[in-house]
């Protein structure tokens, strides 16, 4: 059974800094791109960033680029979100994503990150 | 606003048909496929349709796509109770070159 299993998330002053995690478990991790979705409170879905199986390839989305970096570890089979200089509008629902050609088809339950004051 | 237009709500009554429309641009919904996503109250986003009008095993085929030119759309037919979730479309953009998603669709079963 694939599982996405994320954490890290919790509340954050504005400016700070925070890392988010996603296990996978039950698919090989390596064969796959995986994804950030955030989703802020009442608010749509966002696309937050993308990297591929192998690491060669990352995108961002214009709101986080520059302060946010994705990562993976294959070996750990994980994914992992460094958020740097956190703003308000940062607060969200936190969702790693399995990406199968280009649909996001396994969605984790989300890690919720709170940039307060 | 988000680069997919969607209408924010939607609704029906048991058995019927529904349609939600997604409107984007060439460069995204033009020359890409297009997903569709189910978020039921308090959970995580599914993929409901894929490529444009697949079904991921599992979802009933009382669930459509297509997509014609810049638009797509989601058909939901027989319309049930369980039904009530938000519904969003996704699809690459070539000039933001990331994935974007509409602004979503609230679908209340009446």
């Known amino acids: 059974e694939v599982q996405l299993v994320e954490s890290g998330g919790g509340l954050v002053q504005p400016g700070r800094s925070l890392r988010l995690s996603c296990a996978a478990s039950?698919?090989?991790?390596?064969?796959?791109?995986m994804n950030w979705v955030r989703q802020a409170p009442g608010k749509g879905l966002e696309w937050v960033s993308y990297?591929?199986?192998?690491?060669?390839?990352?995108y961002y989305a214009d709101s986080v680029k520059g302060r946010f970096t994705i990562s993976r570890d294959n070996a750990k089979n994980s994914v992992y979100l460094q958020m740097n200089s956190l703003r308000d509008e940062d607060t969200a629902v936190y969702y790693c994503?399995?990406?199968?050609?280009?649909?996001?088809?396994?969605w984790g339950q989300g890690t919720l990150v709170t940039v307060s004051s | 606003q988000s680069v997919l237009t969607q209408p924010p709500s939607a609704s029906g009554t048991p058995g019927q048909r529904v349609t939600i429309s997604c409107s984007g641009s060439s460069s995204n919904i033009g020359s890409n496929t297009v997903n569709w996503y189910q978020q039921l109250p308090g959970t995580a986003p599914k993929l409901l349709i894929h490529s444009n009008n697949q079904r991921p095993s599992g979802v009933p085929d009382r669930f459509s796509g297509s997509k014609s030119g810049t638009s797509a759309s989601l058909a939901i037919s027989g319309l049930q109770s369980e039904d009530e979730a938000d519904y969003y479309c996704?699809?690459?953009?070539?000039?933001?070159?990331?994935?974007?998603f509409g602004g979503g669709t609230k679908l209340t079963v009446l």
């Open positions: 996704a699809t690459w953009s070539d000039s933001l070159n990331g994935r974007v």
């Open positions: 039950g698919f090989s991790f390596s064969s796959y791109s």
């Open positions: 990297i591929s199986s192998s690491i060669s390839t990352i």
């Open positions: 994503a399995r990406e199968l050609l280009t649909d996001l088809d396994y």
